[in-house]
């Protein structure tokens, strides 16, 4: 929460659907920012005005029924998504939000608060391109997303995913033949998967708690549960889990078991602060988690080797607390390009 807030309104949080330190928080004259209220603007009545900063621009678009601005709002956002440079995303507007979530950690100026946070192994799943079958297609969805990239520093992106189109070895090749789904689309899944949700949450437990002992800990987990043979461990698969919804605990005693873990956990920390304070109940033997301290620590993995949705057999391990090192060296990279605005 911004320093700057007068009143300390948490006293601890679960992130879930990434960090707040992902992708860039822009002033509101970005040039973005600036592109996406002028296709608004062009979509309503008030197209007339040309100047931005007229402030009988707010004048004009309250004088409008709300169907009309939300229409053009909806509208704009539909544009910006194949790209993934979404429209309506947070302002620093030196109110709510006074400056750069990752600004604030590194100056060890925040409010400190025990953390749970975690990612899932395949986030980009649902967001990369499907169809990419070309090298080309790999560099024109960075270059589209991230136009401040030097060329030098998408030489290293590229090598840092090796193209399988070109190295048999890389781990990106596509093996599972399905129809629909082209030979860059592994590749690039990973690739956004660990720029826009698993980097920025590792930072995050990293930054929080890198400034002194007293700082609380962050509780990291890893969502690894196979849903389907396309997505995989997908974006969000662990909600239903977490809250154990009926859904998932009875389709197999497998699935039970990760669910009961997780919602042990969060219950734990949601009513001590701590995911393995609670040890009452049917999970209570589940292992003990510890957070991290000094900008390190273990992960909780959890539902690792588990396929049973996506047709297979394994059952895989409920939870295990792992120094788990998965994408260390990719978000070396990823951490670095995002320090810089994304305009």
């Known amino acids: 929460m911004d320093i700057n807030q007068p009143k300390r309104l948490f006293h601890k949080a679960i992130m879930d659907s990434g960090a707040h330190t992902a992708r860039a928080v822009h002033p509101p004259s970005a040039e973005l920012n600036e592109q996406h209220f002028r296709e608004l603007l062009?979509?309503?009545?008030?197209?007339?005005?040309?100047?931005?900063?007229?402030?009988?621009?707010?004048?004009?678009?309250?004088?409008?029924?709300?169907?009309?601005?939300?229409?053009?709002?909806?509208?704009?956002?539909?544009?910006?998504?194949?790209?993934?440079?979404?429209?309506?995303?947070?302002?620093?507007?030196?109110?709510?939000?006074?400056?750069?979530?990752?600004?604030?950690?590194?100056?060890?100026?925040?409010?400190?608060?025990?953390?749970?946070?975690?990612?899932?192994?395949?986030?980009?799943?649902?967001?990369?391109?499907?169809?990419?079958?070309?090298?080309?297609?790999?560099?024109?969805?960075?270059?589209?997303?991230?136009?401040?990239?030097?060329?030098?520093?998408?030489?290293?992106?590229?090598?840092?995913y090796p193209d399988p189109a070109s190295d048999p070895a890389s781990p990106y090749?596509?093996?599972?033949?399905?129809?629909?789904?082209g030979s860059q689309y592994r590749r690039l899944e990973a690739a956004y998967g660990q720029y826009a949700y698993t980097c920025p949450v590792?930072?995050?437990?990293?930054?929080?708690?890198?400034?002194?002992?007293?700082d609380p800990p962050v509780f990291l987990y890893h969502w690894a549960l196979n849903k389907t043979a396309l997505l995989g461990a997908n974006h969000?698969?662990?909600?239903?889990?977490?809250?154990?919804?009926?859904?998932?605990?009875?389709?197999?005693?497998?699935?039970?078991?990760?669910?009961?873990?997780f919602h042990a956990y969060c219950t734990s920390f949601v009513t001590r602060g701590d995911p393995s304070a609670v040890v009452r109940g049917r999970f209570a033997g589940r292992p003990a988690w510890t957070g991290w301290k000094g900008g390190k620590g273990l992960t909780m993995v959890l539902g690792e080797g588990n396929d049973e949705r996506a047709g297979g057999s394994g059952l895989g391990v409920a939870s295990q607390l792992v120094d788990y090192r998965w994408g260390e060296e990719q978000c070396e990279f990823w951490w670095r390009v995002s320090s810089k605005f994304e305009d």
């Not at 678009?61 to 169907?67: A, F, K, N, V, Y």
């Not at 590792?202 to 007293?214: C, K, L, N």
């Not at 969000?236 to 873990?261: F, P, W």
């Open 236 to 261: 969000g698969d662990q909600m239903r889990y977490q809250t154990y919804n009926k859904e998932v605990r009875e389709l197999s005693r497998a699935q039970d078991e990760v669910a009961g873990h």
């Open 173 to 181: 090749v596509e093996t599972r033949g399905i129809d629909g789904v």
């Open 42 to 160: 062009d979509l309503t009545p008030c197209a007339h005005h040309k100047n931005l900063l007229d402030p009988e621009i707010l004048t004009c678009l309250r004088r409008l029924p709300s169907e009309t601005v939300d229409k053009a709002g909806k509208a704009v956002f539909a544009r910006s998504e194949p790209s993934n440079r979404w429209a309506w995303q947070p302002v620093m507007d030196s109110d709510v939000i006074s400056r750069r979530p990752l600004d604030a950690w590194k100056s060890g100026r925040f409010n400190r608060v025990p953390i749970l946070t975690g990612s899932a192994h395949n986030e980009g799943a649902y967001y990369a391109p499907k169809a990419a079958d070309k090298p080309e297609d790999f560099a024109r969805f960075f270059r589209t997303l991230l136009p401040h990239l030097t060329d030098a520093e998408m030489a290293e992106l590229e090598a840092l």
């Open 202 to 214: 590792r930072q995050t437990a990293t930054w929080a708690t890198a400034h002194s002992a007293s």
